[in-house]
């Protein structure tokens, strides 16, 4: 299995921009999580999907970012507009609930936003 | 203050053993889990352990649970250059929750 991919590795992008985070699960796995990893906050979780619906966002900043997942193979994270205070690194983990509840990571998507 | 709290950092001499050492506080949590952070990395799930067990060992790495007193720690024997990393401690809470809260982690540091 290819494991959890995420793209971009790299986002660089200026204040106000729009940015896209994409992620696709381990197949066959029906949890999805987003989570935010920065030097001062450590990781957060910022939202989660089962079976494609999300349950908790209550981790979301602020209304400038918004995740969806529009199957089962794919999630997005956005963030418009973008500030600064932004750049981090995003991680998506998936698992399989509730029989493996193991969480595993995607490499990230480290965002730098000027 | 920290939901899941850890020191650090923790420098041990190659060949001895590293014990990396958490407390939590929601004693609801279901599984804790120990994760390994290389750097530039993402994060790789090392071990963990349920909620109703005190013990678990799976070759060079030791996980003790004290439930009372909410004390979780991540032995690893016989430390290599390679084990040097950040070493996260991420709790499961009970009552449907079903994401991680983290640790800020340790760093182990491997001296020669």
């Known amino acids: 299995d290819a494991g959890v991919i995420q793209s971009p590795r790299h986002e660089v992008t200026e204040m106000g921009q729009e940015v896209t985070l994409r992620c696709k699960p381990i197949?066959?796995?029906?949890?999805l999580f987003w989570y935010r990893q920065t030097m001062m906050r450590g990781l957060e979780l910022l939202i989660y999907f089962n079976n494609n619906v999300p349950i908790d966002d209550s981790g979301m900043p602020e209304d400038r970012f918004s995740a969806k997942m529009p199957n089962a193979s794919f999630s997005t994270l956005k963030i418009q507009p973008s500030e600064p205070r932004d750049s981090a690194v995003y991680f998506c983990?998936?698992?399989?609930?509730?029989?493996?509840?193991?969480?595993?990571f995607g490499p990230g998507t480290r965002l730098t936003v000027t | 203050g920290e939901d899941v709290e850890q020191s650090l950092f923790l420098s041990v001499r190659e060949g001895d053993s590293s014990v990396i050492n958490c407390t939590y506080t929601d004693s609801s949590s279901t599984y804790l889990y120990w994760y390994k952070q290389e750097p530039g990395a993402g994060l790789q799930l090392l071990t963990y352990i349920f909620s109703n067990m005190d013990m678990k060992q799976d070759q060079r790495l030791t996980v003790l649970l004290n439930k009372k007193d909410k004390h979780l720690s991540l032995r690893i024997a016989d430390t290599q250059t390679g084990d040097s990393a950040i070493y996260f401690c991420a709790e499961r809470r009970g009552g449907g929750a079903d994401g991680l809260t983290f640790g800020k982690g340790t760093h182990l540091i491997i001296q020669p």
């Open positions: 983990a998936s698992s399989r609930e509730p029989s493996l509840h193991e969480q595993y």
């Open positions: 197949s066959g796995h029906n949890s």
